[in-house]
């Protein structure tokens, strides 16, 4: 048994469901009722969701094709509604996930056909150009005379992919946004790709592509590229602009040098994390032992016990994730009726 689409309006879901009986399809019609007792009701009564499933695989294509008919609006007439053929051996709802997460989760072993597109370009362009530029400079290295590219060593690579360069920096007094005032806003940016050392790189790219690859698939390359432009952003605008004052503790102090994609990744975290909470439908759910796993690594960056780490770009992109998922033009997610 496989589902076809999800449906808040009744007359639409019992139309379309007739339909398909008449197409010789054997359909399934499932509803649910949030009743006083905090319960399911029976699928005979208003509901507030109505899933439409099809109980042969064989018959999926078929259903599927007629689907895609239905949606683009080409069947105007319906036969009468006849509930007996389709909702006297309505499958039980799901179980609901135990996390207190109302979101419905996908096989994705199994329902591939649910993800909008199978290819990742923009998490691939972010990795392979991470990897590449954390090489040319020698993993930022400040003393690196390697030629990449004609003209530019890798110290000129490195000073033109950062924040601010160092000579920049000096010669403003201390000023953060030195050459982005000069319209180089591409440094709000490229700081992503610019890594510390092999194990900074491979631990970022390794959760931009856990997390990046099922976002693109399921909202698409504009939406991922979109979220990770927002997040690095929000990072290193908290990373590099906090003041030392002595009311703000010290390690969320600007220090606009920091490098690494690790402000889109916990950017990536935050939307995985909080989307499902606002929306019931959302097709992804994060395992609740690797949300905890991620903000306790957050909080522990912050301790005596590590130094160097740009807290600010961590929580910066977490918080313009967290963000990001509660924007209700995204709000109303369909696994199959997209």
């Not at 004052?245 to 969320?252: A, C, G, K, N, T």
């Not at 995985?272 to 994060?286: E, H």
Request: some cysteine.
């Amino acid at each position: 048994m496989r589902q076809l689409a999800c449906l808040t309006d009744q007359q639409q879901a019992h139309q379309w469901a007739a339909w398909l009986v008449k197409k010789g399809l054997e359909i399934r019609l499932q509803g649910e009722l949030e009743n006083q007792s905090g319960g399911t009701g029976a699928v005979e009564a208003a509901s507030n969701e109505w899933t439409l499933w099809v109980v042969d695989d064989d018959q999926l294509a078929e259903a599927r094709e007629q689907m895609t008919r239905l949606r683009n609006g080409e069947v105007t007439e319906f036969p009468e509604v006849d509930k007996a053929a389709f909702i006297k051996a309505a499958p039980k709802a799901p179980p609901r996930p135990q996390t207190g997460n109302k979101g419905r989760p996908i096989d994705w072993s199994r329902d591939r056909d649910l993800m909008r597109q199978e290819k990742l370009p923009v998490i691939v362009f972010v990795i392979v150009v991470s990897t590449l530029a954390s090489l040319a400079t020698n993993f930022a290295s400040l003393d690196n005379d390697r030629n990449v590219i004609p003209g530019i060593s890798g110290q000129g690579l490195r000073e033109e992919m950062s924040f601010v360069g160092w000579d920049a920096y000096l010669k403003s007094g201390g000023d953060p946004l030195a050459q982005i005032r000069e319209g180089q806003v591409w440094r709000l940016i490229t700081p992503m790709f610019l890594h510390g050392d092999e194990m900074h790189l491979v631990f970022n790219m390794l959760c931009i592509f856990v997390l990046g690859s099922t976002i693109e698939r399921v909202h698409g390359s504009f939406f991922i590229l979109a979220l990770l432009i927002v997040t690095q952003i929000s990072g290193m605008l908290l990373q590099a602009l906090v003041p030392p004052l002595d009311w703000i503790p010290e390690f969320l102090h600007g220090n606009p040098h920091a490098i690494g994609a690790s402000g889109a990744a916990y950017g990536l975290l935050g939307f995985l994390w909080i989307r499902p909470l606002v929306d019931r439908n959302y097709p992804i759910q994060l395992d609740p032992l690797n949300v905890v796993m991620m903000l306790g690594w957050l909080v522990y960056c912050m301790t005596p016990y590590m130094q160097g780490v740009a807290n600010g770009a961590h929580l910066g992109g977490l918080l313009a994730g967290m963000a990001v998922a509660t924007i209700k033009p995204f709000g109303t997610y369909r696994l199959a009726s997209q």
